[in-house]
């Protein structure tokens, strides 16, 4: 059985061979510092423009996991990224930095499991030997470009996020490794109506409820079954909702449900709702999250990323907020 | 042999089942009218913004590719999707009209192709049975996002394309249909230097050259093996360009070699260069193309769409033209 439901069955599968996370100087301070591989001291990483930094932080990102999983860049077959800005750049810029094929997702902060979820198709299907999965964001090239000019020190209202800076990547391969992808669930867009873009949690928990219990329908499993059900960024009250909407129908996943956005700082509060987009999930992910199932403290882990599919357009001309989640099942097999 | 080199073979040869094109007037003046399925009167389409207007190109598209194929929307397991506006708006939009997983992909104009290529991979593994890839454009909301507000009425170079308003998508499936999808092959980031955004012919033709060429090496074919070498949006200039570069590695593709952007439109004086867009190849692959090959007048079809990995912030920062161009190989199989 390759496929159920939404749910594809990996029949091999697929292995994390290595990860790697660059993080900013903010996220540094947080639970994630300490299992970063790069923690930068100034977030401009030594470029001239933000995005340039972003798309540095993932360039990295990317060459660590390969130098980490003892690779080389003629060993990986394909590169499948993408990012939160216009057309993706810092993912097809950072692309340029390498001799391999290149795939552009685009899934908003949901990229991470996408990106998952396609590489472990390649891999599991013998198409790809070695698959680099990869994301990241920067706090100042999102604002800027999805919100209000830095400079202009706007003020944030209290169901706002902060947009993570930090980037995370990884290598599937078909062996090696101790964390083996086992299925994966593919989103279905949700839209309940939800137009205002400082509430992403609210927008985007449905998606998540949506994705989360059709994987346990599809893989005839419960949320005591999973060590960790790892949401990307709903932040504090997108989670608290995601909690309400599965526990309506039936599921109470709050005893092992957490979301990246709600624990990456160290203050949670001094950034409202917590942490947000691509890079939110990713660094979380390549760095905490891997090292613990690595050493097998965590054996089973739902990844269910979450992404806000707007734009400043859609929402300038009115439209609500279509988003989705993608999800990957991870297993420790030591 | 499921890879060589960066080509994927398909064992189980995923057929295009159906596909259907939606394209806006002008573009219905030229060779692809009388084979698109909706020729549009008026590219605003009944709706209030240009936007708005290219989402339900594309979700008309999807339908009618849908219903073509026999099938309804409970049969579709997967869209692959993804469009030029910022955040794929067209492509994320249009999936909340569909109640199947939707998968976001960007690849600026090789959109088309890379949809084919991982939906094709989805396909052949039995991961889905059925698959949508899909793409569009439209002329008067890439221009304003891309360039100028049409209301400053600008003058155009004489290098300059003419974003396609037009949309196309096909049914990918495990059976049924007269053309078989045999290979694919993954295009690289290639970046010779450009920085004249009007002049994105010359930008991706050695992306075109790169995976056209890797196509026959990881293939072992030659130009002459195809009855069409089809490229997306190269235009006049890039098509000679692409020519150039291949001719001089030794590959003599003139007598195959033909351009989406090229022949889409009934003078192409008028358009300088000719048609580009995402919504380049998928109208013209979607309605003439596949018409011809179903009628079995073409036996063996290279489409290699090509895209350009800007943004007006990279442009603007002084960056040049990052290309990619993703290719598939199509066989009329009776």
């Known amino acids: 059985m390759t496929r159920k439901g939404n749910t594809i069955f990996f029949k091999n599968s ?44 993932l360039s990295t990102a990317i060459s660590l ?16 990224s993408g990012d939160l ?26 990229t991470m499991s996408e990106s998952m979820l396609l590489g472990a198709t390649l891999v599991d299907g013998g198409y790809a030997k070695n698959a680099v999965c990869a ?3 920067h706090f100042a090239s999102a604002e800027r470009q999805y919100r209000y000019p830095l400079e202009l020190g706007c003020t944030r209202p209290p169901q706002a996020q902060w947009t993570v800076t930090g980037a995370g990547g990884l290598v599937l391969s078909r062996k090696g490794g101790r964390i083996a992808i086992i299925n994966g669930t593919m989103g279905r867009v949700c839209d309940l109506g939800v ?34 059900i790892l949401t990307g960024d709903l932040g504090a009250l997108g989670s608290r909702i995601l909690k309400d909407l599965t526990w309506e129908k039936g599921f109470d996943i709050s005893a092992n449900h957490v979301d990246c956005g709600e624990i990456i700082y160290k203050v949670i509060e001094s950034e409202f709702q917590g942490g947000s987009g691509a890079g939110c999930s990713a660094s979380v992910l390549n760095s905490y999250v891997l090292t613990k ?32 989640s993608h999800a990957v099942e991870l297993e420790y097999c030591g």
Do not use: W
């Not at 301070?29 to 540095?56: F, R």
């Not at 137009?195 to 419960?222: C, L, Q, S, W, Y």
């Not at 965590?298 to 357009?313: E, H, M, N, P």
């Open 65 to 80: 996991a390969i130098e980490k999983g003892g690779l080389k860049q003629g060993d990986i077959d394909v590169l499948l």
């Open 135 to 137: 994301t990241g964001s």
């Open 85 to 110: 800005l216009n057309q993706i750049i810092s993912a097809s810029f950072a692309a340029r930095d390498f001799d391999f094929p290149f795939l552009g997702l685009y899934s908003a902060c949901s």
């Open 195 to 228: 137009t205002d873009v400082n509430n992403m949690g609210a927008a985007m928990a449905p998606a998540a409820a949506d994705t989360i219990m059709r994987h346990f329908k599809d893989t005839g499993t419960e949320p005591g079954d999973f060590d960790l």
């Open 293 to 324: 199932m690595d050493a097998g403290l965590y054996k089973r882990v739902l990844f269910a990323a979450t992404g806000a599919l707007l734009s400043t357009v859609s929402s300038g001309q009115g439209e609500s907020i279509p988003c989705i």
């Open 14 to 57: 697929p292995r994390i061979l290595s990860y790697a996370a660059v993080v900013g100087s903010k996220e540094s301070e947080g639970i994630i510092g300490s299992y970063a591989d790069i923690a930068l001291a100034d977030d401009m990483y030594g470029e001239s423009t933000y995005e340039k930094a972003e798309c540095k932080m």
